[in-house]
C-alpha cells in the first residue's frame, strides 16, 4: 500500500466510513458513541463532555499490562483537573486477554487497584472492530490509524475531538503523556 505524506490526504477507508457517518447521521463525535461498562450495563458517552478522555484498549497478559499502574497514577494525578482515562480490554493481539469481563474486573482491581472506568472486552481491529474503535482509527493523520497492540491510547479533547494517537511504547506517567494530557486538560 503506498504511503502519502499529503496533510490533507484521507485513506478510502477514512473517507468511506466519514461519509457513511453523515448520510447515516451516525457518530461524529466521541461524545455520540454508546458503550457498555465492564459490568454489562449501556453508558453514553456524552457523560463525559467537558473533560479530557484517555482511551486505551487492554490486555492482562500483555507485556505492556504493568502500564496498567501508570494510568492509574495518571488517573489520579489529573482527574480532579477533568481527565478520565476509559480502559477497553481486548484479546485482538496475541490472544493475551482470554478472560471475562467478570475476571477482568477482579484482576485489574486486585492487581492494580485501578479506579478509572472499565468497559466491556470489545475487537478494536478488524471487520469486528467495535462502533468506537472504527470511529477512533478512521481519524485522520496522526490522530487515527490502526491500533497497532494492546495499550494504544487515543486522547479526546473536552469537545469530542481526537487530538492525539499514542503508541503502546508511551509510558502513561511518562513527559509525553504529561504534555499531551495538560495540553487538553479543560481550563480551571
Known sequence: MAQHSRPD???????????????????MSFHDFQVTTIDGKEASLAA???????VVNTASECGYTP???????????????????????SNDFGA??????AQIK???????????????KVAVK?????PLYRWLTGQPGKKGGAVTWNFNKFLVDPSGNVVAHLDSSVEPTSAEMKKQVESVLPAP
Open 9 to 27: 490526504y484521507l485513506p478510502p477507508m477514512t473517507v468511506t466510513l466519514l461519509l457513511s457517518l453523515l448520510l447515516s447521521g451516525g457518530p
Open 106 to 120: 477482579k484482576f485489574c482491581e486486585a492487581r492494580y487497584r485501578t479506579t478509572f472506568p472499565l468497559f466491556a
Open 48 to 54: 463525559y463532555k467537558g473533560k479530557a478522555v484517555l
Open 67 to 89: 502500564q496498567y499502574k501508570g494510568l492509574e497514577e495518571l488517573y489520579q494525578a489529573y482527574r480532579k483537573r477533568g481527565l478520565e482515562i476509559l480502559a477497553f480490554p
Open 96 to 101: 493475551q486477554e482470554p478472560g471475562t469481563n
Open 126 to 130: 478488524g471487520a469486528d472492530a467495535a
